[in-house]
């Protein structure tokens, strides 16, 4: 790639340009950035979906599954606008580009390491043959130059990390995305307050693994320590934690009602056999994982605990997955996400034997979450008749929706607009995944 390739591009370039994101919130945060760059560079942003010029696709690989739905809304944008520019970043380009070049119509692939780089490779007309930017990811911690944040309200994601040093047996994230690499603590601090001059109420802090992040001898929790001294910041989530990771005094940060760090944390299970987390290379046993919970419950008012969990690693029998099913049931856990495992090829699992049968994997995921349902409306059911603080975000079929700080879902009707307004709700009902309130 030349320099003179790579210049920012500053006439006869498309003037509508959409983005579209797959995956967790570190790519929604890398996302908005390149949308700021979009503006900056007189693009004007369009809802994917709608005709454009340009399309940048930010793509996830944790499963084939997600491969398969970067492979669809590629084939959908491309057949809807065929003479556009299409540009494909991310984690599935930086693993999968070789499919992803096979895909008739795209322009340009760019792997992680130049992902918030994309716009200095677009060019002005279509490419014969796709232009492929994958290059060894650093291991250097990291700043991230971002000028302004138009059109952003309410919640917002920052990137504070990337990268994981753990290299579980299932997961290919570490490839995709590399070493563990920390965002300088002043860099994401000046993008915190940006945010928060252009509306924003609550942050969600965003990485790989959040609590590897190490910058000048700082962890995650004087992350949020710095964050809470921004005027204005009313509440700071951090998206995800692995268990081994987690300062104690991020605990008692989020049961001081002085601080906006809110009662919430989602801690990834994973399996409740200690067999297969051996397999699975998890840094933590069973009793572990139930004892952080029960502590979190004992140590934080009204926190909500969240987990991930995973059925039909290989080797998993029905008793291991009982084994998942009980700790899911007794512990404390507030609500799980259930995922089926999928093979990766280079992962360690990937080469194990004992593969699962593709109906019990559904058959046990099935399970899993018929069981995390029941135990989120029990969460939810807990706090009818409470009041409590809700950030709205959108009406959806008459109702303005939002979330309480500990992430109960609640719906009002009002004729007054709510949009990214702080309120407080008595709840008084639950319909379906939400609980529904009047305002007071």
């Known amino acids: 790639m030349t320099s003179h390739s790579r210049k920012k591009r500053e006439c006869g370039k498309p003037k509508r340009a959409c983005l579209h994101t797959l995956g967790c919130r570190l790519n929604q945060a890398e996302t908005a950035i390149i949308e700021d760059e ?15 010029d340009l399309a940048i696709i930010n793509t996830c690989t944790v499963t084939r599954e997600a491969d398969a739905k970067a492979r669809q809304a590629i084939r959908g944008f491309v057949r809807a606008n065929p003479h556009a520019f299409t540009a494909v970043i991310g984690c599935y380009s930086q693993m999968g580009y070789d499919a992803i070049a096979a895909i008739e119509g795209v322009d340009l692939i760019v792997g992680n390491q130049e992902k918030l780089n994309v716009l200095d490779y677009v060019g002005e007309t279509k490419n014969a043959v796709p232009t492929v930017v994958r290059g060894r990811i650093e291991r250097d911690d990291f700043t991230i130059d971002r000028e302004s944040a138009g059109g952003v309200s309410k919640r917002s994601n920052l990137k504070v990390q990337d990268g994981c040093d753990f290299m579980c047996s299932f997961c ?34 965003a990485g790989v693994n959040i609590g590897l992040y190490r910058h000048d001898g700082k962890d995650i929790a004087d992350v949020a320590e710095a ?4 005027d204005g910041l009313r509440h700071v989530r951090i998206s995800s934690l692995e268990l081994k990771t987690i300062p104690d ?14 009662p919430y944390v989602h801690v990834p299970l994973q399996s409740g056999s200690d067999r297969i987390l051996k397999a699975m290379k998890r840094r933590y046993t069973r009793k572990q ?26 080797g998993e029998t029905d008793g291991d997955f009982d084994d998942t099913l009980s700790v899911l049931r007794d512990a404390p856990i507030d609500y799980a996400h259930v995922f089926k495992y999928s093979e990766r090829e280079g992962t360690a699992s990937a080469r194990l034997p004992d593969k699962v049968d593709p109906k019990d994997v559904t058959r046990r995921a099935a399970m899993a979450r018929r069981l995390a349902a029941i135990k ?5 059911e807990a706090h009818l008749g409470r009041e409590l603080s809700v950030l709205f975000e959108d009406q959806q079929d008459g109702l303005w929706c939002g979330y309480t700080e500990n992430y109960v879902r609640v719906g009002v009707r009002s004729s ?15 319909d379906g995944a939400m609980a529904l309130g009047t305002l007071r």
């Open 289 to 314: 994982f139930v004892e952080f919970v029960h502590r979190a419950k004992e140590n934080v008012r009204d926190v909500c605990v969240g987990t991930d969990i995973m059925a039909g690693f290989p």
């Open 38 to 52: 979009l503006r900056t560079r007189g693009y004007d942003v369009v809802a994917f979906g709608e005709p454009a």
């Open 227 to 230: 964050l809470a001294q921004i």
């Open 376 to 380: 989120r409306r029990r969460f939810y």
């Open 172 to 205: 290919i994230i570490a490839f995709a995305r590399g070493r563990a690499r920390s965002r300088a603590l002043d860099d994401l601090l000046g993008e915190a307050r940006l945010l928060v001059s252009r509306g924003v109420k609550e942050i969600v802090v």
């Open 416 to 430: 007054e607009s709510l949009e990214n307004e702080i309120r407080q709700v008595r709840l008084t009902r639950l």
């Open 249 to 262: 005094r991020l605990l008692a940060m989020m049961d001081d009602p002085a601080h906006p760090l809110v």
